[in-house]
């Protein structure tokens, strides 16, 4: 792996990492403000709003670790991890405008 690749991807992973933070927490207090939630949505709000930044620092610390470890090519992949975790995220904040409770 190139070390501008791995810097250039780190550096974008962190800013991805700041904008899931203000993304669950603005979607998360427009939910909790014109929802009635429960308490287990309330709690999958409060998740999401640790997971998002902290699963992109682990994609981070897991690229660094494979790129010093002298791996394949195939450790580009961690950036790729938290993807699913957005688009989860995205679902659920969605699915209280459809009225999906």
């Known amino acids: 792996m190139q070390l501008w690749i791995l810097i250039s991807g780190s550096i974008g992973m962190a800013m991805l990492g700041f904008i899931g933070f ?41 690229v660094w670790r494979a790129w010093s470890a002298d791996l394949s090519t195939t450790h580009y992949w961690w950036f790729a991890m938290p993807l699913p975790f957005y688009i989860a995220y995205i679902l659920y904040i969605s699915g209280f405008e459809q009225g999906w409770r």
Do not use: E, K
């Not at 998360?28 to 992109?56: D, E, K, M, V, W």
């Open 22 to 62: 203000l993304m669950s927490v603005f979607a998360g207090s427009a939910a909790g403000n014109n929802h009635n939630l429960r308490q287990l949505q309330f709690s999958l709000l409060t998740t999401f709003l640790y997971l998002l930044p902290g699963i992109c620092i682990v994609a981070i610390v897991m």
